[in-house]
């Protein structure tokens, strides 16, 4: 199998939006995501992608049915093997975004966007995921947590 990973079982007691997920990741071994982070937004899902492609794409598959290679999300970044990275996803009605340590990655406006999954097994990550792709990776220090209302004020404001 190509793909691996790890889904929760919380189902209908995950928050769909105004929540933030933060975790560390690494690459092991291999060329392809070493972290796709599958989360909720409102009543669908999406994933971030990190070293995708190869190895060096970022961004959320899928935005309007595209994947994270061919959307206004996507990025490149220079990933290393064994080298732990930070992973945060910021979740509100207005937007997604996304960082990698303490660079912002993904700043996506919800507003006339189609969310989706990529077809395929991904989506055997709904609702909350993370999976690998032809890849070793290590995660630790998964956590999930409600925004705060100062917070999401902040996110709406322009």
Known sequence: MTLSGITSTLGSALPRTNYEITLEAMRLQGG???CALTFPVGKAACSFIVGGWGG???GISSVNYADASDNETTRSGDFVDNRWY???VRVTDAKIEAW???EQMVE????DKKITMRPGDIEKSQPLGLATFQTRAAMRDIRLRRLTPAEIAAAAAP
Do not use: Y
């Open 100 to 102: 990698i340590d303490q």
């Open 56 to 58: 060096v794409v970022v």
């Open 86 to 88: 930070r992973i945060r």
């Open 32 to 34: 392809d995501f070493f």
């Open 108 to 111: 996506l406006e919800l507003k």
